[in-house]
């Protein structure tokens, strides 16, 4: 048998096997199945530059992934033209015509090029036309935040003109608010029965605004325990608050004039874990026996366990929260009830600072405009209705509250 | 300095975070900010830790009233971070098996509470001892029998809903707009050290 038989005899024979040992699928030439022509890559609009938005149809032959498709392939190349890589796939049988993707964690500026690659059952592909180069860009606004721009300005304005009002002694009429009146008059209380004064900054975190209210009405509340040469038990559920509430009343006893009442193990950590902390804090409520509870911060489900424990040794109690599910379940258990704003105000109401004080009446000028604002809109959106519309589709649109998302 | 360099940083942060919330281009700053505040909160439960066993602890050494209680606290916590550090925290390791037998009943258990504390006080707030705490009574009677089937043949159920997208909704709104504008103040003070309660009256 001549040699060049011998090798074709051998490869004949080996041919069945041939497709097992080869990894790689074959592009099917020429390819039996139109590949993907619509891919559209585009710039994700209101980012960093970070993001290309991708999308494509189904492969002509492949009507609503009940073809000979397996999956279509994702590929890009980045920046410089480096080699082509798979970045997502999708599965031919998952519903709708149109898959998209957003490629995420790019470089803004650089050139990103892409293609589709069609996967059939029988293990061969198709590649479709490459798209690019795409470069992703970076925003410097988002223009879908412009009404809140213009809001935000308003509203810094009229509260620094209202600080710098009541600097220059303009009289500023402030309303009574009976929770925080009754601060006093509780820590009075503590103070004459000898008892602690329990004070719980909710349970959320320092980047709450409402615990940064808790801590400024903290600060007051403790120097006035201080001067009374009462005691303050402060339990924590957050450890990043706990060493900032430990500063805030220390500081509290030292401006006092009573720097050796500070005691550093009232002021302490209990557990992150919220219904744990509950327990902690109601335990503490037993045991301790406060004259006052101040319930102040940010509170959710343990509220009620929290509020009904303290009604129950008897204490006064006063809480405040911006939490408007838990709100009825303060008032209903406790003495006094801080409700959503007041929560904010509290600090300015009971330190009197003119600044303070002026940023409070600003507050309540910009809700005048909002009060306006809605009368108009609603007034707008009535007669609208009435008059089936046109004239006041202006105003509507205007005032309408678009998404801030992004 | 005591006062000024928190002040400072808490001026310079705060603008940035205000100016990023317009410009897309500073949004992977804010990311790289906000992984920063989890190394820093990871390092605050050190702070935590410390302060649970400096607690307890000096309560068990000096044989305070219930120290038998602190020695459990300071137990239960040691066992869980060791068992959490010898094997992990996958499913049918100690740590899990701890959490799912001890921790999460007694959580179950504290949340059961609500019932019962719920029961009390909407007994106390139903009493009709005036004008507001009967519209309370009524409007919470309509909600709760429009809840169920048998009201159907009353319009109740009609009636409860438009009492919580009406007049509640509007309530809530309310507070939820001078919640709003309370936030922005607070933040707007905190930012421009105008408001430092937090720091003390600001005397060096």
């Known amino acids: 048998m001549r040699p060049c038989r011998i090798a074709a005899t051998i490869s004949i024979a080996l041919l069945p096997f041939a497709s097992l040992t080869t990894p790689e699928a074959q592009e099917l030439n020429p390819p039996s199945l139109p590949p993907v022509s619509d891919l559209?890559?585009?710039?994700?609009?209101?980012?960093?530059?970070?993001?290309?938005?991708?999308?494509f149809s189904r492969s002509p032959g492949d009507p609503a992934g009940h073809g000979p498709v397996t999956r279509y392939e994702l590929f890009r190349s980045g920046p410089g033209g480096t080699e082509f890589v798979a970045v997502k796939s999708f599965q031919a049988q998952q519903a709708g015509n149109r898959f998209s993707y957003e490629d995420l964690n790019l470089r803004p500026g650089r050139d990103y090029a892409y293609f589709v690659r069609t996967h059939l059952q029988n293990g061969a592909y198709v590649d479709g036309a490459r798209v690019g180069p795409?470069?992703?860009?970076?925003?410097?606004?988002?223009?879908?935040?412009?009404?809140?721009?213009?809001?935000?300005?308003?509203f810094i304005a009229l509260v620094l003109f209202m600080i710098r009002a009541a600097k220059q002694g303009r009289e500023l009429f402030i309303r009574k608010i009976a929770g925080l009146d009754a601060i006093d008059e509780a820590v009075g209380r503590c103070t004459e029965m000898g008892k602690p004064t329990l004070y719980v900054p909710g349970i959320s975190t320092i980047a709450d605004v409402a615990t940064i209210a808790s801590l400024n009405i903290l600060g007051q509340v403790a120097k006035r325990i201080a001067s009374y040469q009462s005691r303050i038990l402060v339990p924590n559920r957050d450890p990043i608050v706990f060493p900032v509430t430990q500063d805030v009343v220390k500081l509290a006893f030292t401006e006092a004039g009573y720097p050796h009442n500070y005691r550093p193990d009232d002021i302490y950590f209990v557990t992150n874990d919220q219904f744990a902390y509950a327990a902690a804090v109601c335990g503490t409520m037993?045991?301790?026996?406060?004259?006052?509870?101040?319930?102040?911060?940010?509170?959710?489900?343990?509220?009620?366990?929290?509020?009904?424990?303290?009604?129950?040794?008897?204490?006064?109690?006063i809480a405040g929260t911006d939490a408007i599910s838990q709100l009825p379940f303060f008032v209903t258990a406790c003495d006094y009830t801080i409700i959503g704003e007041e929560l904010y105000a509290a600090s300015?109401?009971?330190?009197?600072?003119?600044?303070l004080l002026g940023s409070l009446k600003g507050q309540d000028y910009f809700k005048a405009v909002c009060i306006v604002l809605i009368v108009i809109g609603v007034l707008a959106m009535t007669l609208g209705v009435i008059l089936e519309g046109a004239p006041f589709n202006f105003v509507k649109e205007m005032l309408r509250v678009r998404s801030t998302g992004g | 300095m005591r006062i000024q360099l928190p002040l400072l940083i808490c001026a310079i942060v705060g603008i940035f975070m205000a100016v990023q919330y317009f410009v897309p281009a500073l949004l992977p700053i804010y990311n790289?900010?906000?992984?920063?505040?989890?190394?820093?909160?990871a390092f605050s439960i050190v702070l935590g830790v410390a302060s649970v066993l400096h607690r307890h602890g000096g309560k068990v050494q000096k044989r305070r009233k219930d120290w038998v209680y602190s020695l459990a606290a300071i137990a239960a916590m040691v066992l869980m971070m060791l068992a959490g550090f010898i094997e992990g925290r996958g499913s049918g390791t100690l740590f899990q098996n701890l959490f799912?037998?001890?921790?999460?009943?007694?959580?179950?258990?504290?949340?059961?509470?609500?019932?019962?504390?719920?029961?009390?006080?909407?007994?106390?707030?139903?009493?009709?001892?005036?004008?507001?705490?009967?519209?309370?009574?009524?409007?919470?009677?309509?909600?709760?029998?429009?809840?169920?089937?048998?009201?159907?043949?009353?319009?109740?159920?009609?009636?409860?809903?438009?009492?919580?997208?009406?007049?509640?909704?509007?309530?809530?709104r309310a507070i939820l707009i001078g919640v709003g504008l309370g936030m922005a103040s607070t933040a707007l003070k905190v930012v421009l050290g105008i408001e430092r309660s937090y720091l003390g009256s600001g005397k060096e």
């Open chain 1, 40 to 55: 559209s890559v585009e710039d994700k609009p209101l980012d960093a530059g970070e993001a290309l938005k991708i999308s």
């Open chain 1, 134 to 154: 795409v470069a992703p860009i970076r925003q410097w606004f988002f223009t879908n935040k412009f009404n809140t721009l213009i809001t935000t300005a308003l």
């Open chain 1, 286 to 317: 037993v045991r301790e026996r406060p004259g006052a509870n101040l319930l102040l911060g940010m509170f959710a489900a343990e509220s009620l366990v929290l509020a009904e424990t303290g009604a129950s040794v008897g204490a006064i109690q």
């Open chain 1, 348 to 355: 300015a109401y009971i330190g009197r600072e003119t600044s």
């Open chain 2, 32 to 41: 790289r900010l906000n992984d920063y505040l989890q190394i820093v909160y």
């Open chain 2, 100 to 172: 799912n037998a001890v921790l999460l009943p007694v959580q179950a258990t504290m949340f059961a509470l609500l019932a019962f504390y719920l029961a009390s006080a909407s007994f106390r707030a139903f009493r009709t001892r005036s004008t507001d705490a009967t519209v309370l009574l009524v409007a919470a009677v309509i909600v709760m029998i429009g809840r169920l089937d048998d009201g159907r043949s009353l319009a109740i159920p009609d009636m409860a809903r438009w009492i919580l997208n009406t007049p509640n909704l509007v309530a809530k």
